[in-house]
């Protein structure tokens, strides 16, 4: 029913930023939960950032005070500003929507295709 397109990823120095993006698709957007994981290779895939329907933002960790996430429901998109990026935030980087917020990849009932995000050193 909802359709997640990532976009923005590719290769970057240590230290340097990207911004990623995601378009969906639906009338409903507004409604939704959205949120960013990532998943390097041979390791689960793990929450990053989300932002609520209200606009509440929530990071983890690894990630407070380095990434930004915002959304912009005129466009249907929401977006993570990645700034000082460091080499294990290597990987490959997934939009997802909820009808509620959370921190799990089981609260998200759709996905993108994912974007691959590598920081040399």
């Known amino acids: 029913q909802v359709q997640l397109v990532e976009s923005g990823g590719g290769l970057v120095q240590a230290g340097g930023s990207l911004r990623l993006s995601c378009a969906a698709s639906g009338r409903t957007f507004s409604s939704y939960a959205m949120g960013w994981f990532r998943q390097a290779p041979g390791k689960e895939r793990e929450f990053v950032a989300g932002i609520s329907s209200g606009g509440y933002r929530y990071y983890a960790a690894s990630v407070q005070g380095r990434f930004t996430i915002s959304r912009d429901n005129a466009e249907n998109t929401v977006y993570l500003q990645m700034s000082t990026l460091k080499p294990e935030d290597t990987g490959v980087y997934y939009c997802?929507?909820?009808?509620?917020?959370?921190?799990?990849?089981?609260?998200?009932?759709?996905w993108g295709q994912g974007t691959q995000v590598t920081v040399s050193s």
């Open positions: 997802a929507a909820a009808r509620s917020a959370g921190t799990t990849p089981g609260s998200f009932e759709y």
